[in-house]
């Protein structure tokens, strides 16, 4: 009460509201599980097997653009040649806008449970779907069933992103160790043990050999295995090598197209066919699931906002740059993979093409570990299993799938489906609505009208939260929101300006239900009408590279 009045609080305010210490283990019994805190679960000790917050701002950038770009790059140019550069563009830019939103919406959603002001209880993306949709105020019948369904989602996406991106960054590395050396090896073992021989090829130079082991494999497995079992915070260097890398080769092909020259006739601002812009960019932008961890890690003087919009942002001006150049400086790419057209032209000069492939190694093996390490953090947060465990499902188990059916297509079909099915709704429609059910939470807190929040706890929880800050919901931009200094108590005031936070959650959940839907229902149309099978291009890994039909 003395903090919404604006007096100056003192050392025993904590004590006069019923609330032990200045550092509360949170308050337990009745009031804890009202608020959805589990009895005696407080701040505690974070377990050695998260990671502490050491995540600085430049890392955090570069985490973010490492996982908002991936190897979703390399398809533009095509299919800014086929749908003209109007469309991609503005979908790009729409996405743009609303993954931002989403994972803000995402760290905020995080920040309002009960005890967690300064992200100092360890809460992942399923814990957090959990409280709201379980244990808190906001918590709603169905609310189990919504979270199985979640952890489900969420394992099986992310699962199989590692299981084709294990797959890919083999296959990739094999024709990196091809076009090194002039060759490549692999160890058969089934039907019987012989040594094969690979040459660079498009895509998998031990196509149609299932049951081998290939020097590209064990050389992802040993580079990625021990920075998937260290913690995201520990990731540091590998992700900073492979931003430059990014960077580097980004630049240089950029370079390369330019000296070719550009003629913006080869991709008019209109095209002939759509069929491929909207879940490609939809997968482009299916980052949003790694925000937990990082916010769970970063140190607490990195804003939120300014680690993602500005990430985000330089993810779309390399996508869109890179498109637009690709598609202008070659005519008729006709490949899904402009990489692969440069390794194969006669006139690609040395260093486009050793750009190439620093670009494919640089960003795709990379890419792997921090996923081991988010599904690994969910399964032990999640309380499914101990940190053993999580390690075997969350690091080797990929690659014990991936090595059964590394050099086969039929299983990459699953996997893409897979992903497809359920990356959408993880990624862009669950953060918007946990975000507003924190808001749903945090009125219920501030007017509480029901007996079933105790006015002591809910006090308790509004000064922690907001204690330290003015109140502005992280995730709104400052012209989106204005502040006032209240004449009585001197106080900042924030209100919103325009559409509330809450509103617009609502708007960008049902925004993306209707893409996502859009995108799966084209899926399906071209499957069973016309005989093809684009989900393979949509998920970008069989047609980035070439994985042979």
């Known amino acids: 009460q003395r903090r919404v009045m604006g007096v100056k609080e003192d050392k025993n305010d904590h004590d006069v509201m019923g609330v032990a210490s200045d550092f509360p283990d949170i308050v337990e019994g009745e009031h804890s599980s009202l608020l959805g805190i589990k009895d005696g679960e407080g701040y505690g000790t974070i377990p050695d097997y998260y990671g502490k917050k050491r995540i600085g701002f430049l890392y955090s950038v570069v985490l973010h653009v ?35 939103f989403c994972s803000s919406m995402v760290c905020e959603a995080i920040r309002q449970i009960p005890g967690n002001a300064q992200f100092k209880r360890r809460k992942e993306f399923n814990a ?10 906001t918590r709603i019948r169905g609310g189990v069933f919504v979270y199985r369904i979640c952890q489900i989602f969420f394992n099986v996406n992310l699962q199989a992103l590692n299981i084709a991106s294990i797959i890919i960054g083999s296959q990739v590395m094999d024709n990196f160790i091809a076009w090194c050396f002039g060759k490549t090896f692999a160890l058969q073992y089934i039907p019987s043990f ?18 081998c082991i290939s020097i590209g494999f064990v050389a992802s497995l040993v580079i990625c295995i021990p920075m998937a079992i260290i913690n995201l915070d520990d ?34 601002a209109f095209g002939t066919n759509y069929s491929k812009v909207l879940g490609t960019c939809i997968f482009a932008y299916a980052f949003v699931v790694s925000m937990p961890s990082w916010v769970n890690e970063k140190q607490p003087s990195v804003n939120v906002n300014l680690a993602i919009w500005p990430s985000t942002g330089v ?10 150049l690709g598609a202008w400086a070659i005519a008729s790419i006709g490949t899904a993979n402009i990489m692969e057209l440069l390794t194969s032209q006669q006139s690609s000069p040395f260093y486009a093409k050793l750009a190439v492939y620093a670009f494919n190694v640089g960003t795709i093996i990379p890419g792997i570990p921090p996923f081991c390490i988010m599904v690994r953090y969910n399964l032990t947060n999640d309380k499914l299993c101990g940190n053993a465990a999580a390690v075997f499902w969350g690091v080797i188990a990929p690659w014990i799938f991936a090595l059964f059916f590394c050099h086969g297509k039929g299983f990459m079909y699953i996997v893409n489906w897979s992903a497809l099915i359920s990356m959408g709704f993880i990624n862009f429609v669950i ?10 939470q945090k009125k219920l807190l501030l007017q509480p ?47 919103e300006r325009g559409m509330s936070g809450r509103t617009l ?29 684009i989900v393979n291009a949509t998920m970008l890994f069989k047609q980035i590279f070439r994985l042979p039909s």
């Open 128 to 137: 957090t779907v959990k409280h709201y949709f379980c244990d808190g105020p």
């Open 505 to 533: 959650a609502i708007v960008i959940a049902w925004v993306m239900v209707l893409l996502i839907l859009a995108s799966i229902g084209n899926a399906l149309y071209f499957l069973i009408v016309k005989k093809k099978d």
């Open 315 to 324: 993810g779309f001006v390399l996508k869109a740059v890179f498109g637009l």
């Open 66 to 100: 490492n996982n908002c770009m991936g190897p979703a790059m390399v398809i533009f140019p095509l299919l800014f040649q086929q749908a003209g550069f109007v469309a991609p563009l503005l979908i790009l830019s729409l996405l743009f806008v609303l993954s931002s």
């Open 235 to 268: 990731n540091k260097w590998f992700q900073y090598i492979s931003c430059v890398v990014l960077l580097a080769t980004t630049g240089a092909l950029l370079g390369y197209f330019c000296s070719l020259g550009l003629d913006v006739s080869n991709a008019p």
């Open 194 to 211: 012989q040594f094969l021989q690979g040459a660079v090829v498009e895509g998998d130079p031990f196509f149609g050999n299932y049951f």
């Open 431 to 440: 953060p918007p609505l946990l975000y507003k059910m924190a808001q749903d």
């Open 449 to 495: 009208t029901d007996s079933s929040v105790p006015f002591d706890a809910a006090i308790h929880h509004m000064k922690e939260l907001y204690n330290g800050d003015d109140g502005n919901d992280t995730v709104m931009p400052p012209c989106m929101v204005k502040q006032h200094i209240d004449e009585k108590t001197g106080r900042v005031e924030t209100t």
